[in-house]
């Protein structure tokens, strides 16, 4: 798949380079082409203008697009996956949900060196001072 995305990919640079030098800066393009007469023009000069320049337009976002795919496939590839659409639908459907076991009743961990004493029945409030 990605060798056939490739290709086509190269296609297209190679074909917008070629529509991008058969324009002419001055906006002529296939316009200027041989002849005396102005009737001879395989196209009037606005016309070819728009017409390379739609072209232009949808090759460059057929580029674009493929430029998207190859990077999105070459990450998947270093991730080791080898398809994307299986990735895809894998990315579509739910995780499942994994259950976290109970943990056991530990004994009361011990308290630290410098804590407090517990205080003895009866005594649970200072003296007042007076």
Do not use: W, Y
């Not at 640079?13 to 001879?40: F, I, R, W, Y």
């Not at 057929?62 to 990077?71: E, G, H, V, W």
């Not at 496939?73 to 579509?92: F, V």
């Amino acid at each position: 798949m990605l060798t056939v995305v490739l290709v086509i990919h190269l296609l297209l640079t190679l074909a917008l380079v070629g529509l991008v030098l058969l324009q002419k800066s001055e906006g002529g393009g296939l316009a200027t082409g041989g002849g005396a007469s102005g009737g001879a023009n395989f196209l009037s000069g606005r016309a070819a203008g728009n017409i390379l320049t739609q072209a232009t337009v949808i090759l460059a976002v057929c580029f674009m697009a493929t430029s998207i795919l190859l990077a999105v496939m070459a990450s998947m590839r270093s991730r080791g996956e080898d398809d994307i659409l299986k990735a895809l639908t894998r990315m579509q459907q739910p995780a499942p949900t994994a259950t976290v076991p109970a943990q056991p009743q530990s004994a009361p961990a011990a308290p630290a060196a410098d804590s407090v004493p517990p205080v003895p029945a009866g005594q649970e409030s200072a003296p007042a001072k007076p």
